[in-house]
């Protein structure tokens, strides 16, 4: 196989002080936060609807989801990262979540990712990781997006 084959371009999100990691073929956008649309009667977080590109999506703060704060909205350092759904019979065809700072795209060879022997305790980082020795986490996207579609429904 050669070096091209072997790697995987993916995208490198800032979450409070953690990184995690998707294909970057799942990210669609990571656009400022303008507008969000609230719902009543949710978890905290499920922070609402994001208004993009006309339509609405679900906005999450995967942060709040594992039990830590979410950063401040305010802040101006905070976006959103928009990933596609890939399940079927989802009422809808994109998701989001809360990101700070720049992303950063690298190509990663399977080599260079080490699996964390610490375990994960968060209901939508499917694995720990050691990205050249940095930690990051893996993101579940059907389980993001099964646990959104069951308290939007």
Request: charged residues 20%; glycine residues 8%; aromatic residues 6%.
């Given at each position: 196989?050669?070096?091209?084959?072997?790697?995987?371009?993916?995208?490198l999100?800032?979450?409070?002080?953690?990184?995690?990691?998707?294909?970057?073929?799942a990210?669609?956008?990571?656009?400022?936060?303008?507008?969000?649309?609230?719902?009543?009667?949710?978890?905290?977080?499920?922070?609402?609807?994001?208004?993009?590109?006309?339509?609405?999506?679900?906005?999450?703060?995967?942060?709040?989801?594992g039990g830590?704060?979410?950063?401040?909205?305010?802040?101006?350092?905070?976006?959103?990262?928009?990933?596609?759904?890939?399940?079927?019979?989802?009422?809808?065809?994109?998701?989001?979540?809360?990101?700070?700072?720049?992303?950063?795209?690298?190509?990663?060879?399977?080599?260079?990712?080490?699996?964390?022997?610490?375990?994960?305790?968060?209901?939508?980082?499917?694995?720990?990781?050691?990205?050249?020795?940095?930690?990051?986490?893996?993101?579940?996207?059907?389980?993001?997006?099964?646990?959104?579609?069951?308290?939007?429904?």
């Amino acid at each position: 196989m050669s070096d091209t084959e072997q790697q995987i371009k993916c995208v490198l999100l800032s979450v409070n002080e953690a990184q995690l990691v998707l294909p970057k073929k799942a990210v669609a956008e990571v656009v400022a936060i303008k507008n969000i649309i609230n719902v009543a009667n949710k978890p905290g977080w499920m922070l609402g609807y994001l208004d993009w590109r006309g339509k609405s999506i679900p906005l999450v703060s995967i942060e709040a989801m594992g039990g830590v704060r979410m950063p401040s909205l305010a802040s101006g350092n905070v976006s959103a990262a928009v990933v596609y759904v890939i399940g079927e019979n989802a009422p809808f065809q994109f998701m989001s979540f809360l990101v700070q700072g720049t992303p950063k795209v690298v190509n990663l060879k399977s080599a260079s990712v080490v699996a964390d022997e610490e375990e994960m305790q968060h209901p939508v980082i499917d694995q720990g990781v050691l990205i050249h020795g940095e930690k990051a986490g893996i993101v579940d996207l059907e389980k993001l997006e099964a646990i959104i579609k069951y308290v939007m429904t």
